[in-house]
């Protein structure tokens, strides 16, 4: 069922994608980056991507470029940035001066331990277990830890009494009653901004209208909220999108295949099918339609129609998908996007760049038969190479002699005598031999196909012999015919 249609953004939204460069960009992230630049391109709007690196130990400017190239690869363009937290350094510093100018914040001068003493006790006492520093330490105390070399962390001040109503386009109304949220720290002692200082600040001095972000950001946005408002601004809207389960309904992780992006496109799919069912993870449009392509999803995407619940990803699905979306390429669109991916797997490098003009002709022969790129090697790969017989393929050929040398002499006397080696010469001969044996059409074809392509999973005999040429495609019969000759033995 369609979820229900509820409140949408209609004006041009100023959104953007804040990922931590600190692995891969993976299918969450992807479909959260997704569904912040489909807003922007729906309404108009901006699109920022900004890099929440602030984690000096954990980010990497690998990931970081591995974040670009996906995004690149899925089409995600951005309109401003990356900007880069760790180069902001200044920005959050003025905001902690406000915030301390303001007095929503102050310096917390108890250390972890204590902290966390607070925190058992709170439990112990079956309250929740959220710390609060003392404010009211005395100068001669402050004297003191400064020389005992105690540096202070900043809390932000919250009020117990409070509370912050989300009005969430996902979730609706969700109340944070503040007793429940501790004095939560914005910068650490050696004055670097937390998360959820940076965040705010950002979305504050970027001008962030909407904030779309997984559901497991949900707790953090009162936080973000309470320093955006104490620093005189008002916080973006937010849209909470829902986690995204394997198919065994666990949490997507890697045991479940493929999973970052470039995996995806590694493993065969195309960017139109990976967006595809990237906008599916938790948004439909009605209670059928589950092909859009890019253009489409920009006109109707809207996130009103966001799920609640969570998303399943299914890569039997994303085949299914492909699949679909391979089958409306033409055959010059699906040679492009196959030689692509050919040239990035390194098949030009094992068969040479001339192997191109080859690989495009035998487009037609793999396209119907294809679900992922990654499978034209199996298909058609024994094109480029010396004959490698399938022993077992083989073995299917010998089970019955008699049979397979009439199959395969009948059919090499047929192909040596066209004088025109054209598919539909070479279909013409081969089908009217097929009807004076009188025998089945696979059982006829099939020793043929062993023996020119050394496979039982390949292109089809037409076609492969088409594409093999007359030379080739005889001598590769006449040495299965010699070998099953030896073979024979009435
Ligand atoms: N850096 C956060 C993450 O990668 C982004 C949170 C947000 O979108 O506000 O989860």
Redesign the pocket.
Known sequence: MAPPQRRNITTPARV?????PTGLLHVG?AR?ALFNWLVARNTGGTFVLRL?DTDRERSTSESEQQIYRAMEWLGLDWDEGPYRQSERGEVYDEAVAALRAAGAVYASWETEEEMDAQRAAARADKRAPVVRGRRDWSDEDVARFEAEGRRPVWRFAVDPEGRTVIDDYVRGEVTFEHSAIEDFVVARSDLTPT?NLA?AVD?HAMGITH?L??E??LS?TPKQMMVIRALGGTPPEYAHIPLILGPDKKRLSKRHGAASVEELRDAGYVRDAVVNALALLGWSYDDKTTRFTVEELIEKFSVGRISRSPAVFDLKKLDHINGRVLRTLNDQQFADALVEWLRRDGFFTRHGDEAEDLVRRSVPAVKRKMTRLNEYETLAGWLFTDLQMDPEAWQGIEADVKLSLQCVGTGLGRLEALPEWTQPEIKHALQDQLHILGSNAREFLEPLRISLTGSTISTGIYESLDLMGREESLRRLRLALSRLAELWDP
């Open positions: 953007r994608f804040a990922p931590s992230g959260t929440e998360y965040a979305d904030a972000r997984g497991d950001h953090n």
